[in-house]
């Protein structure tokens, strides 16, 4: 088993990795403070793993929400019900959350954690590639509004993140896909290494081979805990993890939350801020194509949707969490492994790209 730690003080917590986690009972029990659990979860992962998870929870008493999958679903209407089934059920602060999901259920279930009654325990079990490789540590939690995505919530970290890789095997050969435009972003981002790993590994990878995944989710854990436990409310250096994202979020709101899995709009997002250090000289050409290979052999989409251009974008990324003093401020790669945060790029040279 894998076992990496984010360091955060007093908020410290590991990161487990490996197959068959399901059958390990002191795992999770060991960071469970409360004599009662209740489960965060949706209508696709609980007939797989609700009941599996109960069977390590025998010692507590275990209640479940269970909310419809989709992105959609990251609303505040359902952390309402999060929120109403905890008081109806006079749940207290000895009470530990859950997130058995995605990482629509993570944010969420995090969100929740952190606002019932000022702030409880919470653990993640994610189940899909995305969750498990990015959205799952570090403790951004939040719902999404039809105006921004993921503009109310919290930093709140979890008390452990357990990774079963099984639960891949279970999982929609696009909700694979849409993950592994997260896995590779760390290789643009920061990790030259790790990027050219991925080209040579692509068909262990898409074979399902255990030791590769776990290898490949563990170097993408240990990034983003370096870089959490470097800057955890994101002032600085944490937000070269937003490397695609602006474009992304622009086109999941501009779009419908769900009709664009949150990965196939970051691998468009990735490759127009490429594309953008391309015309502004900082970027290789021949590094693009690279990027672009590596997106294609998963599937992932290069382009953005044909019916936005630039005043579809431009509404959205004027809104992005990165902006201050309505500067716009993106995250582009200079070089595969390694990308600067920007905030004199002009509207004008945006609309050339879009």
């Known amino acids: 088993m894998a076992t990496l730690q984010l360091d955060l003080g007093e908020r410290s917590y590991p990161i487990y990795i490996d197959s068959k986690l399901f059958n390990e009972n002191n795992l999770l029990s ?30 507590y008493q275990v209640d479940e929400v269970i909310l419809v999958d989709g992105e959609a679903e990251k609303s505040l209407a359902n952390f309402e019900k999060i929120m109403s089934h905890l008081l109806t059920n006079v749940h207290g602060r000895d009470t530990t959350l859950i997130a058995l999901g995605g990482g629509v259920i993570g944010d969420i279930t995090g969100f929740a954690a952190a606002c019932y009654q000022r702030g409880i325990d919470f653990i993640q079990i994610p189940t899909t590639l995305l969750s498990q ?21 919290a930093f709140y970290q979890p008390k452990a993140v357990i ?54 989710i563990e170097r993408c854990c240990q990034c983003k805990a370096d870089i959490v436990s470097a800057d955890e409310t994101e002032k600085g250096v944490r937000a070269l993890l937003n490397l695609g994202h602006t474009f992304g979020h622009a086109i999941e709101a501009e779009q419908g939350y769900g009709n664009w899995l949150h990965g196939e709009a ?4 990735m490759v127009l801020a490429a594309k953008l250090a391309v015309a502004m000289n900082l970027l290789e050409a021949s590094e693009l194509r690279r990027i672009e290979n590596l997106l294609t052999e998963f599937n992932l989409p290069l382009l953005a949707p044909e019916n936005m251009g630039f005043d579809e974008f431009i509404k959205h990324m004027r809104r992005d969490k990165k902006n201050i003093g309505g500067k716009l401020r993106l995250i582009i790669p200079t070089s595969i492994g390694q990308s600067v945060m920007r905030d004199d790029i002009s509207e004008d040279m945006l609309q050339q790209i879009l």
Not at 136 to 148: E, F
Not at 163 to 174: A, E, G, K, M, V
Not at 186 to 198: N, R, T
Not at 266 to 269: A, D
């Open 30 to 59: 060991q960071h469970i403070r409360a004599t009662r659990v209740c489960i965060v979860t949706n209508e696709i992962v609980a007939p797989l793993y609700l009941n599996k998870l109960k069977d390590l929870l025998t010692d």
């Open 133 to 153: 490789v990015d959205s799952s540590v570090g403790g951004k939690t939040a719902v999404n509004h039809p105006l921004g995505k993921n503009m109310i919530g």
């Open 163 to 216: 990774i079963d890789i099984d639960s891949l095997d279970t999982l929609p050969s696009r909700e694979f896909s849409a993950g592994m435009a997260e896995v590779i972003k760390y290789g643009i981002l920061g990790d030259k290494d790790f990027f050219v790993w991925l080209e040579d590994n692509c068909q262990a990878i898409k074979s399902g081979d255990k030791a590769a995944l776990i290898q490949m």
């Open 266 to 269: 970051v691998s468009t997002g």
